[in-house]
T-cell receptor, first 113, second 115 residues
Framework: KQEVTQIPAALSVPEGENLVLNCSFT??????LQWFRQDPGKGLTSLLL?????REQTSGRLNASLDKSSGRSTLYIAASQPGDSATYLC????????????FGSGTQLTVLP | SAVISQKPSRDICQRGTSLTIQCQVD?????MFWYRQQPGQSLTLIAT?????????ESGFVIDKFPISRPNLTFSTLTVSNMSPEDSSIYLC????????????FGPGTRLTVL
């Protein structure tokens, strides 16, 4: 069964710290991997998309890496801010999955001022 | 990126009733997806809706409970039928993005509470 796991489930850090969120997936045959942000009671905002042929993507203070062979991705957030507080979701489009995404359970991040 | 709107944004419904959720996209898209997010959980795909054909449902979801319409390339509806408290969730529609078809974009969600 194709599954996506995120660790930790929750993380609390002081403002200014750099942090890493982890995502693992059970099948290395992926098409791409996408990181989302979800604020409480809201929809999802796409942060970064990594194609299976890529190793990393960067957007501002965010950097996402992909190691397909080990079934892992990380989201690195530099110089965290209270406004970064949200739930971060990792989603994988597995090869042959007809374009739908399989989501991890998310990491709830709190950045303390 | 695609701009997606959903109606209603939230609703409180009585057990046994039905609610239809609308999803509108600002551009034509081939595939639209409906997800459910139960309280404290991640997203689970309900079905994939293509224009001009019947929706494809994931395991555990059936058309009688979650009928879907897709009358054109910018619009879809999801109905939650004969609701029970277990249907209380956020329901989200999503589309493959334009111009990057690989990126999936999500609507703001419909928060449903069933009493």
């Amino acid at each position: 069964k194709q599954e996506v796991t995120q660790i930790p489930a929750a993380l609390s850090v002081p403002e200014g710290e750099n942090l890493v969120l982890n995502c693992s997936f059970t099948d290395s045959a992926i098409y791409n991997l996408q990181w989302f942000r979800q604020d409480p009671g809201k929809g999802l905002t796409s942060l970064l998309l990594i194609q299976s042929s890529q190793r990393e993507q960067t957007s501002g203070r965010l950097n996402a890496s992909l190691d397909k062979s080990s079934g892992r991705s990380t989201l690195y957030i530099a110089a965290s801010q209270p406004g970064d507080s949200a739930t971060y979701l990792c989603a994988v489009r597995f090869s042959g999955s007809a374009r739908q995404l399989t989501f991890g359970s998310g990491t709830q991040l709190t950045v303390l001022p | 990126s695609a701009v997606i709107s959903q109606k209603p944004s939230r609703d409180i419904c009585q057990r046994g009733t039905s609610l239809t959720i609308q999803c509108q996209v600002d551009s034509q898209v081939t595939m639209m997806f409906w997800y459910r997010q139960q309280p404290g959980q991640s997203l689970t795909l309900i079905a994939t809706a293509n224009q001009g054909s019947e929706a494809t449902y994931e395991s555990g979801f059936v058309i009688d409970k979650f009928p879907i319409s897709r009358p054109n390339l910018t619009f879809s509806t999801l109905t939650v039928s004969n609701m029970s408290p277990e249907d209380s969730s956020i329901y989200l529609c999503s589309v493959d993005g334009t111009p990057r078809a690989d990126t999936q974009y999500f609507g703001p969600g419909t928060r449903l509470t069933v009493l």
